[in-house]
């Protein structure tokens, strides 16, 4: 028996003969629907002549999706040992389209698999534990723009709503304005439990980035990062209190941003917390 189209057995009898038990010390559900993964890779447009970097890729339901939906190249993150013989199945049937890395994608230096690729893409089913972190860097990368042009990415739905919250809304916070910073974002799709094996106790949705040009304001993340933190840290505190520390003459720099000094910090525009950034930066001396 094989999985349509590309011949390869379904995935559910790959992990059943290798014993694939998902592991959740390493954030593993898989996803054993080819119509869905192939859903996913489609989100980011049309995948010819593009390099995609996917990181825990598991058994590869969506590494043989990506390839079936026209990838040049796809490079594989994988940390489990276990799922090294199917992944080699899936190189073994699209000959030189599929390297394998085994490693940490924490530690990864992304920016050099993108060397000689003239477009990445980061498409992935992200293990929740890490998917913050792995993010956070990606969207932190210097110099900007950087060397991806899309991502699509797998993350808890709370976390999926934090990124694209508006100012103003429960959800909107720090992650909200440094992804919204450096990227337009969208929530592509909504995705529930029963989608993965095992399933998760949470729904997941696939948010589709695409980075903007350098932000007017700050040079780079750093200030916007400490400033966020101070400001969200407190956020039912107006920004008198949490970002006093922070500047010397704080009603001059927030009257330049034209922001009130009693406004809280989920009021605050993303262009104003790079007015304020670019304020702090220019306090800062450069390293």
């Given amino acids: 028996m094989t999985d349509a189209p590309d011949n390869l057995p379904p995935l559910r009898e790959v992990i059943r003969r290798l014993d694939l038990t998902a592991r959740k010390s390493l954030s593993q559900n898989f996803i054993l629907d080819l119509n869905l993964t192939r859903r996913i890779a489609r989100s980011t447009g049309n995948l010819h002549g593009v390099t995609v970097i996917e990181v825990g890729p598991g058994p590869g339901g969506l590494t043989r999706a990506l390839l079936l939906e026209g990838a040049d190249r796809v490079i594989a993150i994988e940390r489990d040992e276990r799922c090294k013989p199917a992944l080699e199945e899936i190189a073994a049937h699209w000959p030189g389209q599929l390297e394998i890395l085994m490693g940490d994608a924490l530690t990864t230096e992304y ?38 042009e899309h991502m699509a990415l797998m993350f808890q739905r709370e976390v999926a709503d934090r990124i694209v919250a508006p100012p103003g809304s429960k959800t909107y916070g720090r992650l909200s304005v440094l992804s ?40 780079d993340s750093r200030a916007l990062q400490a400033l966020t933190a101070a400001a969200f840290g407190q956020r039912r505190k107006m920004l008198r209190s949490t970002l006093k520390a922070t500047f010397a003459d704080l009603d001059t720099v927030l009257k330049g941003a034209g922001i009130n000094a009693t406004d809280r910090a989920e009021s605050v525009t993303v262009e104003q917390y790079a007015q304020l950034a670019a304020a702090l930066e220019a306090l800062t001396p450069q390293s």
Avoid: M
């Avoid at 993965?196 to 007017?216: E, G, M």
């Fill in 111 to 148: 920016a050099s698999l993108a060397v000689g690729a003239q477009r990445v893409r980061v498409i992935a089913n992200l293990p929740y534990s890490i998917a913050t972190p792995l993010f956070t860097g990606w969207l932190t990368a210097e110099p900007w723009p950087p060397w991806w």
């Fill in 180 to 219: 919204q910073w450096r990227a337009a974002a969208r929530i592509a799709f909504h995705l529930p439990a029963q989608a993965f094996t095992p399933p998760p106790k949470v729904s997941s949705s696939v948010v589709v980035l695409s980075p903007l040009a350098p932000p007017v304001g700050c040079r």
